[in-house]
Antibody, heavy 127, light 108 residues
Framework: EVQLVESGGALVQPGRSLRLSCAAS????????MHWVRQAPGRGPEWVAGIGWNSGSIEYAGSVRGRFTVSRDNAKNSLYLQMNSLREEDTALYYC????????????????????WGQGTPVTVSS | EIVLTQSPGTLSLSPGERATLSCRAS???????FAWYQQKAGQAPRLLIY???NRATGIPDRFSGSGSGTDFTLTISRLEPEDFAVYYCQQFGTSPLTFGGGTKVAIK
């Protein structure tokens, strides 16, 4: 069974840092691009960042570029999101999501629709 | 950035009725790079449709997608009780990947 399990969410003060992790199982992790998507309470999903199979292609949403860094460790079947200079508007449930297809594994080649998603880890930024 | 605008915001229907959901893009999107998701309360979104018209694995055939360019539609032919949820469209052809604001299908 394909499974994605996020961890690392917490309550943090503005300006602080946090690192999220996503443990993947049930599929060949190194074949697939991976993504982080967040959802603020009562809002729709917002794509945050994506990373290709070998970290050769990486993209960020404008709202997080320069503050967040996505990375992966294929040996550990894990995806990470380092979040620095956190703001109150970063408060959301953060989902790890797999690109639905792993034929190419590179971003923006038609594979970046998401299936499956993890259950999410909550991040609250507040003083 | 490609902005996706979904309408209506809320659709109030009864079980057995037909639901038609719209998603309009601010610029043309290849149908290859268009998807729909369903989200129920307290759950992660679930992939319904990819490539604008292809049902994901396990999705019943009462769900269908259509459209091209800037106008896309998700149709639920006969609403079942489990279909009352929020639906989101997504484009994944251009960075940043974007989602629509959602349409809530509510029980009338």
């Amino acid at each position: 069974e394909v499974q994605l399990v996020e961890s690392g969410g917490a309550l943090v003060q503005p300006g602080r840092s946090l690192r999220l992790s996503c443990a993947a199982s049930g599929f060949t992790f190194s074949d697939f691009a991976m993504h982080w998507v967040r959802q603020a309470p009562g809002r729709g999903p917002e794509w945050v960042a994506g990373i290709g199979w070998n970290s050769g292609s990486i993209e960020y949403a404008g709202s997080v570029r320069g503050r967040f860094t996505v990375s992966r460790d294929n040996a550990k079947n894990s995806l990470y999101l380092q979040m620095n200079s956190l703001r109150e508007e970063d408060t959301a449930l953060y989902y790890c999501a797999r690109a639905a297809v792993g034929l190419i594994g590179v971003l923006l080649r038609g594979e970046d629709y998401f299936d499956p998603w993890g259950q999410g880890t909550p991040v609250t930024v507040s003083s | 950035e490609i902005v996706l605008t979904q309408s209506p915001g809320t659709l109030s229907l009864s079980p057995g009725e037909r639901a038609t959901l719209s998603c309009r893009a601010s610029q043309s999107v290849s149908s290859t790079y268009f998807a729909w998701y369903q989200q129920k309360a307290g759950q992660a979104p679930r992939l319904l449709i990819y490539g604008a018209s292809n049902r994901a694995t396990g999705i019943p055939d009462r769900f269908s997608g259509s459209g091209s360019g800037t106008d896309f539609t998700l149709t639920i032919s006969r609403l079942e009780p489990e279909d009352f949820a929020v639906y989101y469209c997504q484009q994944f052809g251009t960075s940043p990947l974007t989602f629509g604001g959602g349409t809530k299908v509510a029980i009338k």
